[in-house]
């Protein structure tokens, strides 16, 4: 998403929606690595993990309207889809991108009137990415956070505590 859709390079702001969950821990330290400025949307008893993470500023998600607090940012990635996908775009600057992990929308038209790109992602095996991540992880560069582990019996509740939205990490 950051790389292929979004083209991330240094120097770039960059908001990333849903910071400590599954998706977004993983995305605000790619983000890092790449030397951009890492905004970062989560609840503040998140926001001191965020920033060991690397974002360089975190924002309540519940009470910040993210389009006042992160301003002309060069990258947004939405993790939700739908109307927050609106809502981001008002963060993004004209000629920006906001990278979708969702179906499409139609806030993807306001967005489009605003001068900002909307990519959507869809997950296909990358054997060259999956290597990258791995070497990532074994120089102990990039973590990912698990929050629980859960035996094969309680899959259904594991399933239902993620589709809420409020964990940690996966």
Do not use: M
Not at 140 to 156: G, M, P
């Amino acid at each position: 998403s950051l790389h292929e859709h979004a083209r991330i390079t240094a120097g770039q702001r960059v908001l990333i929606h849903g910071a400590a969950g599954g998706v977004g821990h993983v995305a605000v330290q790619l983000a890092k690595s790449c030397g951009a400025e890492v905004l970062a949307t989560g609840s503040p008893s998140n926001h001191a993990w965020l920033a060991e993470l690397g974002a360089d500023c975190a924002i309540d998600y519940r009470c910040d309207w993210i389009g006042k607090t992160a301003k002309e940012v060069d990258i947004a990635l939405d993790p939700f889809g739908g109307p927050e996908l609106a809502r981001l775009a008002e963060a993004v600057r004209s000629g920006g991108v906001i990278v979708c992990l969702k179906a499409p929308h139609p806030a993807h038209e306001r967005a489009a009137r605003r001068g900002v790109r909307v990519a959507y992602t869809r997950v296909a095996p990358n054997a060259a990415k999956l290597e990258t991540v791995a070497q990532l992880l074994a120089a102990k560069t990039f973590r990912v956070h698990v929050d629980r582990a859960f035996d094969l019996e309680h899959a259904a509740h594991a399933h239902a505590l993620g589709e809420q939205g409020h964990t940690r990490g996966k």
